[in-house]
């Protein structure tokens, strides 16, 4: 790194990665397939470096939310299978199919736009279909009275011309959460799962190579639920529920401080004066701010690893910079690092001062923080 760049950066530690993959892929069943979810640019850490690393661990398949993610992949030499998990326009059929990508297909009336496209070329599109359990979001709706409805719909997607019906998947609403109405919810979004895909099969003769359900709290907390492949985000990148099975967290965000100064009692600090000292301050600006992806909403509600110990965040979150409150800590001084998340400050008291889940923190790291690898 350059000094230019000494202000603020995130350190991804790329063996943690590794150790979390093969740690997630031992505690699987024998035969199970691995999907790597490497969406929101591998949830801040580098889709592209994650994935060439995933690719040479002998990871099975890559998830990512849009044509232009898997693209990106394409490009920078991933040859790996890659499943798009959202919604692409039925008018790049060709691109998908050029490039070896597999999509996602939500409805029977997408599936007919595919098959359209595909017919047109006179070429074959890699599908799999994803089901509505429970999630309510993208999939064939098939609770409660909509399950005989459903299994036709898939059936006749997966007969229509062009189109190669490799898998079938669905998402769990609240598997990660703990609780016994958490608990009966994802079994009966599980239960529902294997039902649709056992009547596709009697009622269809339709059979699925890759079925999968298990995200990171399932593969946590439902090692049951693996069937042919597991999907996790989250726990590849050293977050959720991971403790169980050892993972580590991947990525560490630090920044510098830029100048430090003493303020009398009753001086107000930052943006709408939110912020009032009680006794001589010895108060830092940190290089990072909102735009940088610290969330504003934590402002006055957070502490940072600096020195021997934690310094308060006092004021409003700016757009480049922030301040905290250096008095306790001699320690620290001009140009010392501090950590926002990592080793030492838990990413759980920041997301929660935000109100929020480390997901967000993760992929809201901005494209001015440089990505540090080692
Ligand atoms: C994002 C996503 C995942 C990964 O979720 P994690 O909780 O990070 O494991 C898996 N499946 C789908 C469909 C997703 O959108």
């Not at 001589?280 to 610290?294: N, W």
């Not at 402002?299 to 310094?311: E, I, K, L, R």
């Amino acid at each position: 790194m350059n000094d230019l760049q000494k202000r603020t950066w995130a350190e991804i530690s790329l063996d943690n990665i590794r150790h979390n993959y093969r740690a997630i892929r031992a505690s699987l069943p024998a035969g199970c397939r691995f999907l790597g979810v490497v969406k929101a640019d591998a949830y801040g850490h580098g889709a592209l470096t994650v994935s060439r690393l995933l690719q040479e661990e002998g990871a099975d398949y890559l998830a990512v939310s849009c044509l232009d993610e898997a693209l990106e992949l394409r490009q920078g030499g991933v040859t790996m299978p890659i499943l798009i998990l959202g919604h692409t326009p039925p008018e790049y059929t060709g691109t998908l199919i050029a490039m070896g990508i597999t999509q996602t297909v939500t409805c029977l009336a997408k599936a007919v736009e595919y098959s359209a496209e595909a017919a047109k070329l006179g070429r074959d599109l890699k599908i799999h279909i994803k089901l509505d359990t429970g999630m309510s979001r993208l999939g064939f709706l098939c609770a409660g009275g909509y399950f005989d409805e459903g299994v036709q719909n898939v059936i006749d997607s997966c007969r229509l011309p062009g189109l190669i019906p490799e898998g079938v998947y669905t998402h769990f609403a609240v598997s990660d959460e703990p609780g016994a109405d958490c608990r009966d919810y994802t079994l009966g979004q599980f239960r529902l799962f294997m039902d649709m895909i056992r009547a596709v099969k009697e009622r269809g003769g339709i059979e699925f190579a890759i079925r999968h359900c298990a995200n990171s709290g399932a593969v946590a907390n439902y090692p049951e639920m693996a069937l042919d492949m597991v999907r996790p985000g989250l726990l590849l990148y050293g977050y959720g529920d991971g403790g169980k099975l050892g993972l580590r967290p991947c990525m560490r965000l630090v920044t510098t401080v830029s100048t430090i100064k003493f303020y009398e009692p009753g001086t107000a600090v930052s943006y709408g004066r939110r912020f009032v000292t009680q006794r001589r301050t010895r108060m830092g600006v940190l290089a990072i701010g909102y735009a940088d992806g610290l969330p504003r909403a934590a402002g006055n509600q957070c502490s940072f690893a600096a020195g021997d110990g934690f310094a308060p965040q006092r004021g409003s979150i700016c757009m480049d910079m922030c301040m905290v409150d250096l008095t306790e800590r001699p320690e620290v001084d001009v140009g010392s690092q501090v950590e926002l998340f990592g080793p030492k400050c838990s990413i759980y008291q920041l997301s929660d001062a935000a109100c929020t889940i480390p997901y967000e923190l993760l992929c809201a790291v901005s494209k001015r923080v440089p990505r540090v690898y080692f």
